[in-house]
């Protein structure tokens, strides 16, 4: 090999280098933006970050093969796409890991939600029905129990505070144990 050949090689790792740098500055960036906006959001990022590790191992395959076995640029290369499989590897696991949200919620949580009052949820006042909330009708027929549920006579549905607030909000049972904390 001449030197001009050896100097191309060391200037396509360098730069092979440096974009690795700036991709993994870029990728801890995105994952802590997600973190501290949602953390249930870890699992789509790590969806995402699979999709681009998949992008970068089929241009390293790619570079890879221009490159003569045994050069330092094909090593410095195989390197890169070991190290885009381990990533590959992570992000599978955090993917397939169970939910935090679910793991955090004691029975201690679900009473307290439980016991948070109906009537300010579905704007009831004492003594005055109100239209149900669980099926359209003209004529007020839900009111608020003794027992704090939210009883319809007309469609029979009898519901507790966090039935409640996933009718209305449309949320999950975890996120509406936590609003009515």
Known sequence: MNMETWRQEDLE??????????????????????????PSMI??????????CKERLKYLYQRQATFEKDTVTWAFLKKLIDLEKKKIERNNRIIMMRDDDQRKISPAMIERARQYDVAILVGYKKGRPICCIFHQE???SMHVTKYNKAH???????????????HLFGSTFADAVRALQ
């Open 138 to 140: 003209k004529t007020p």
């Open 13 to 38: 790792a360098a730069k092979l280098q440096e974009w690795r740098r700036e991709d993994l500055k870029a990728i801890a960036k995105k994952i802590s933006e997600h973190r501290q906006e949602n």
């Open 43 to 52: 699992k789509e990022a790590a969806r995402a970050n699979n999709l681009d």
């Open 152 to 166: 319809c006579y007309g469609c029979g549905k009898d519901e507790d505070a966090i039935a409640v607030h996933q």
